[in-house]
Each structure stands twice: as C-alpha cells, then as structure tokens.
C-alpha cells in the first residue's frame, strides 16, 4: 500500500474513534441529567444509582463495539488496498 492510502486509512479510522468518544460523552452527559435528578431524592438515590451503574455499562458497551468495528473495518482497507498477499504479510495495526 502507498504511504498516502495509509494515512488516509489511518486517518479515517482515527477520525471515527475520536467521533464515537465524543459521541459517548454526549451521550453520558444527555443520560446524566434526569439521573442528577433522581439522585437528588431520597427515596429515588439508590435506584438511579443502580440505573447509572448499568446505563454507563451499556453506553460503553455500545461504543466500545463502534470502535471495535472502526478497527476491524480500518484493517479490511489496509489490506485490501495493500494488495494480493497483504494478509498473509501481516501489517503494523494492533488488533
């Protein structure tokens, strides 16, 4: 693969994991406030507690997966625009 289809691999799949971190911090910070809410009762704390806990599991969860399939997608390009025999020669991206 030339230099220049290597960085712009490397590029897109940079740009597309910082989108999906800035999304999951949206999106925790969207999520966060009826939970702030609810905290702020007594009687409602210890559930929206628990509601925190397992909503940001699952938001990271989400998003771990994007950028998982950012990765994964990212080495498909990398070896199909290398070539025949790209896969076979390996190549510098860690899994």
């Known amino acids: 693969m030339t230099k220049k289809r290597q ?3 490397e590029l897109i799949e ?3 994991d910082k989108g ?3 999304a999951e911090g949206i999106h925790k910070s969207i999520a ?3 939970l702030k809410l609810m905290e702020g ?3 409602l704390r210890k559930p929206a ?3 925190r806990r397992l909503q940001d599991q699952t938001i990271g969860a989400f998003y771990d997966l994007v950028r998982d399939t950012n990765r994964r997608v990212a080495r498909l390009a990398s070896d199909l625009l290398s070539g025949p ?3 076979s ?3 510098s991206r860690a899994a």
């Open 41 to 43: 009762s007594e009687v």
């Open 89 to 91: 020669a390996g190549h």
């Open 85 to 87: 025999g790209a896969r």
């Open 14 to 16: 940079e740009t597309v």
């Open 7 to 9: 960085s712009l691999t």
């Open 20 to 22: 999906a971190t800035t």
């Open 49 to 51: 507690k628990d509601v």
């Open 32 to 34: 966060d406030f009826p």
